[in-house]
């Protein structure tokens, strides 16, 4: 059955047949005229919104229905998570054409309400718009930090340290295989699916507001550099990137050694790693990366300084400046 013929009240009707119960801060959710949220005493409200379209932020025939879904409200996630938040409820607007099949839009949004279920969010509501266009997928993440505790790009200061969380690189070494057409390969899958589910780091964000020590942060969805650039910007420095501690998986040097590849340059301008970048000063440094390590398994490598200045230097092994041929996504650069 196609959209046009189901009709937009019966598909509203089959997504709440299939939502959960509204539960925790989601006191209202699908079929009201707006949602209703519950406060949580002492937090402060973080709402973020996102935007992907067919064609610009992905090709339908290397993404299964739920996995466009999933990929777009997870992007939105990793932002509640650079700010140190807990993400609540997802709103979804879905623009589709009314000769999609009613399944078809029905596993985009339940890859979306499952991807925020997995960070204990629920789906709240939405709305369906019918084009002639691509396929569209807009969102908006809430969700609860501590009241004046949230992380943010302007708090860093010179003589603190630059950190990163995982590794960089995946996702373009991913999107590379998918555009090079070695999928099959055992690295590329790995990369492949770095690509199409990121991974927000909400825990090591909540973690990073806890511990008091870390000023500024942002996730890195434009690319290293240019993510690097916001907070220098932001906060009025400079940052210094050492090249040689940047992190990178081993599958993204193996898809780089394949494809004839620098993969610094995926790592530094990729984009869309969805790593957390931030700064703390020196005396923290040791502990939240022991902890970062303990308490969540995942690595926090340091790669820089926040200076006085303006502007992010990368710093090869010889002191020399390294600059990748491309910064960094701009989306209408790219457009």
């Given at each position: 059955?196609?959209?046009?013929?189901?009709?937009?009240?019966?598909?509203?009707?089959?997504?709440?047949?299939?939502?959960?119960?509204?539960?925790?801060?989601?006191a209202?959710?699908?079929?009201?005229?707006?949602?209703?949220?519950?406060?949580?005493?002492?937090?402060?409200?973080?709402?973020?919104?996102?935007?992907?379209?067919?064609?610009?932020?992905?090709?339908?025939?290397?993404?299964?229905?739920?996995?466009?879904?999933?990929?777009?409200?997870?992007?939105?996630?990793?932002?509640?998570?650079?700010?140190?938040?807990?993400?609540?409820?997802?709103?979804?607007?879905?623009?589709?054409?009314?000769?999609?099949?009613?399944?078809?839009?029905?596993?985009?949004?339940?890859?979306?309400a499952?991807?925020?279920?997995?960070?204990?969010?629920?789906?709240?509501?939405?709305?369906?718009?019918?084009?002639?266009?691509?396929?569209?997928?807009?969102?908006?993440?809430?969700?609860?930090?501590?009241?004046?505790?949230?992380?943010?790009?302007?708090?860093?200061?010179?003589?603190?340290?630059?950190?990163?969380?995982?590794?960089?690189?995946?996702?373009?070494?991913?999107?590379?295989?998918?555009?090079?057409?070695?999928?099959?390969?055992?690295?590329?899958?790995?990369?492949?699916?770095?690509?199409?589910?990121?991974?927000?780091?909400?825990?090591?964000?909540?973690?990073?507001?806890?511990?008091?020590?870390?000023?500024?942060?942002?996730?890195?969805?434009?690319?290293?550099?240019?993510?690097?650039?916001?907070?220098?910007?932001?906060?009025?420095?400079?940052?210094?990137?050492?090249?040689?501690?940047?992190?990178?998986?081993?599958?993204?040097?193996?898809?780089a050694?394949?494809?004839?590849?620098?993969?610094?340059?995926?790592?530094?301008?990729?984009?869309?790693?969805y790593?957390?970048?931030?700064?703390?000063?020196?005396?923290?440094?040791?502990?939240?990366?022991?902890?970062?390590?303990?308490?969540f398994?995942?690595?926090?490598?340091?790669?820089?300084?926040?200076?006085?200045?303006?502007?992010?230097?990368?710093?090869?092994?010889?002191g020399?400046?390294?600059?990748?041929?491309?910064?960094?996504?701009?989306?209408?650069?790219?457009?």
């Open positions: 059955m196609r959209l046009r013929e189901a009709g937009e009240l019966e598909f509203i009707r089959m997504l709440r047949l299939d939502a959960r119960q509204a539960s925790g801060p989601i209202l959710g699908i079929g009201d005229d707006a949602a209703v949220l519950t406060p949580e005493r002492g937090s402060s409200l973080l709402l973020k919104c996102d935007a992907v379209v067919e064609g610009q932020h992905f090709r339908r025939e290397w993404f299964a229905p739920a996995e466009i879904g999933a990929r777009a409200a997870l992007s939105a996630i990793s932002d509640i998570a650079a700010m140190g938040g807990r993400p609540v409820a997802l709103l979804l607007t879905l623009l589709i054409s009314s000769d999609e099949e009613v399944a078809f839009a029905l596993e985009v949004v339940h890859g979306a499952e991807a925020c279920e997995a960070f204990g969010a629920g789906l709240a509501g939405g709305e369906t718009v019918a084009t002639e266009g691509p396929l569209g997928l807009d969102v908006i993440v809430a969700g609860f930090v501590p009241a004046g505790r949230e992380l943010r790009r302007s708090a860093a200061r010179p003589g603190d340290t630059l950190l990163v969380t995982g590794a960089l690189g995946d996702s373009a070494a991913g999107l590379a295989s998918l555009r090079g057409g070695i999928a099959n390969l055992p690295a590329a899958q790995h990369v492949i699916s770095r690509y199409k589910r990121p991974q927000p780091r909400v825990e090591l964000g909540r973690f990073l507001v806890e511990s008091g020590a870390v000023r500024a942060a942002i996730d890195i969805s434009d690319g290293l550099l240019r993510d690097a650039g916001h907070l220098a910007t932001e906060s009025g420095v400079a940052i210094v990137v050492e090249r040689d501690a940047v992190p990178v998986s081993p599958e993204a040097s193996q898809m050694q394949t494809l004839d590849v620098d993969p610094l340059v995926w790592a530094a301008s990729g984009g869309e790693d790593e957390l970048l931030f700064t703390a000063p020196v005396d923290a440094v040791p502990g939240l990366i022991s902890e970062a390590r303990r308490r398994g995942l690595p926090v490598t340091r790669i820089g300084n926040v200076v006085e200045g303006e502007g992010v230097r990368v710093r090869d092994a010889d020399s400046d390294w600059a990748p041929p491309v910064e960094g996504w701009d989306q209408f650069a790219r457009g």
